[in-house]
T-cell receptor, first 113, second 114 residues
Framework: DGGITQSPKYLFRKEGQNVTLSCEQN?????MYWYRQDPGQGLRLIYY???????QKGDIAEGYSVSREKKESFPLTVTSAQKNPTAFYLC????????????FGDGTRLSIL | DQQVKQNSPSLSVQEGRISILNCDYT??????FLWYKKYPAEGPTFLIS?????DKNEDGRFTVFLNKSAKHLSLHIVPSQPGDSAVYFC?????????????FGEGTQLTVNP
């Protein structure tokens, strides 16, 4: 979606290294989310944040960390503790009002060599 | 526990015909349902949504039906076009759930043949 930028599009890292995925938005949305997609599966929630300086774990938070120092930015760090980090990572944003859809960036494909 | 399930991994239809994609859910607290369309290596694009107070919502060629008693929703695309070929995800959220987090189905690959 326009207004949500994920970078880079493709990322390669060696095993054992931490890597940070960027998500920036100019939609003025309060809430931001990180999902992971694996082949043949739906999206699974890693972390989410409803407001600056606050975030909560999703269903598969182990091995990941996030920060929310600015409203526009919600970076995701994939740590060496994540056992199977190779996946397609998607960032989403949403207005805090009820019954509003989440809007997604174009994703980052992370491959661990 | 798969709370949102799309039982058909794939669906193939002819151009101009109707496409019907189905989704079942188990959590009775879900009160807002969405459909997303996704192309490979791109993020999902929001298509249409429905609140639990309604049983139908229409937007152009797309109609979503909700059957709360059966915990079932469906997306109808009429007429189907080759550009509709993509993976379709249904998703659900519960107002009482912190953060309006979405639970996604596994997706259905729709192929529209010219």
């Amino acid at each position: 979606d326009g207004g949500i930028t994920q970078s880079p599009k493709y990322l390669f890292r060696k095993e054992g290294q931490n890597v940070t995925l960027s998500c920036e938005q100019n939609l003025n949305h309060d809430a931001m989310y990180w999902y992971r997609q694996d082949p043949g599966q739906g999206l699974r929630l890693i972390y989410y944040s409803q407001i600056v300086n606050d975030f909560q774990k999703g269903d598969i938070a182990e091995g990941y960390s996030v920060s929310r120092e600015k409203k526009e930015s919600f970076p995701l760090t994939v740590t060496s503790a994540q056992k199977n980090p190779t996946a397609f990572y998607l960032c989403a944003t949403k207005l805090r009002t009820a019954n509003q859809p989440q809007h997604f960036g174009d994703g980052t494909r992370l491959s661990i060599l | 526990d798969q709370q949102v399930k799309q039982n058909s991994p794939s669906l193939s239809v002819q151009e101009g015909r109707i496409s019907i994609l189905n989704c079942d859910y188990t959590n009775s607290m879900f009160d807002y349902f969405l459909w997303y369309k996704k192309y490979p290596a791109e993020g999902p694009t929001f298509l249409i949504s429905i609140s639990s107070i309604k049983d139908k919502n229409e937007d152009g060629r797309f109609t979503v039906f909700l059957n709360k008693s059966a915990k079932h929703l469906s997306l109808h695309i009429v007429p189907s076009q080759p550009g509709d070929s993509a993976v379709y995800f249904c998703a659900a959220s519960a107002r009482e759930t912190s953060g309006s987090r979405l639970t996604f189905g596994e997706g259905t690959q729709l192929t529209v043949n010219p």
